[in-house]
């Protein structure tokens, strides 16, 4: 089991936690937070860290759940550039159970998303309240779509 760090205690991280069951498929060592008032107080039943923690733990995953992603890569490169390996997104959960689920697939089509999902080339995005996904892959589903937008 993969032990890693969560970067971000808030909205986001709060719905994938809840959605991917993540400390089931992970050891969560702790979480990392820049806001210095949030340091040593518990988030689910772990401890929030401040970036320094870094220095003395190193673990095989840091998974940053904020919209900040970018932000935060850089802010640990500047201090740990060896770690640009270890660095996920939001959606490292979403592509774990993914890539689990499917994992003894051989249908070509499941093969090559599992391929794009491997190589971190295929992201998935959470919409948020108020956005609505509409399939248009067939010509009735266009239909039912243009309908649902009038």
């Known amino acids: 089991m993969e032990r890693i760090f969560i ?7 709060h719905q994938i936690i809840d959605e991917c069951n993540v400390f089931s498929q992970s050891e969560v060592l702790g ?30 995953k840091i998974v940053v759940l904020t919209d900040s992603y970018s932000e935060i890569k850089y802010q640990i490169l ?5 770690m640009s390996s270890i660095i996920e997104n939001k959606n490292y959960f979403y592509k774990q159970r993914i890539l689990k689920r499917y994992k003894n697939s051989t249908e070509p089509e499941i093969l090559e998303i599992l391929d794009y999902l491997e190589n971190n ?4 995005e959470l919409l948020g309240q108020g956005f609505t996904w509409l399939d248009t892959g067939t010509h009735e589903s266009l239909v ?7």
């Open 31 to 60: 979480f990392i937070d820049n806001d210095i008032e949030k340091t040593g107080k518990k988030f689910y039943d772990k401890e929030i860290f401040s970036p320094s923690i870094l220095c003395r733990i190193i673990p095989d």
């Open 78 to 82: 500047q201090l740990f550039p060896e």
């Open 121 to 124: 080339n295929l992201n998935v």
């Open 7 to 13: 970067w971000g205690t808030g909205f986001i991280s």
């Open 144 to 150: 039912e779509a243009t309908n649902f937008v009038k």
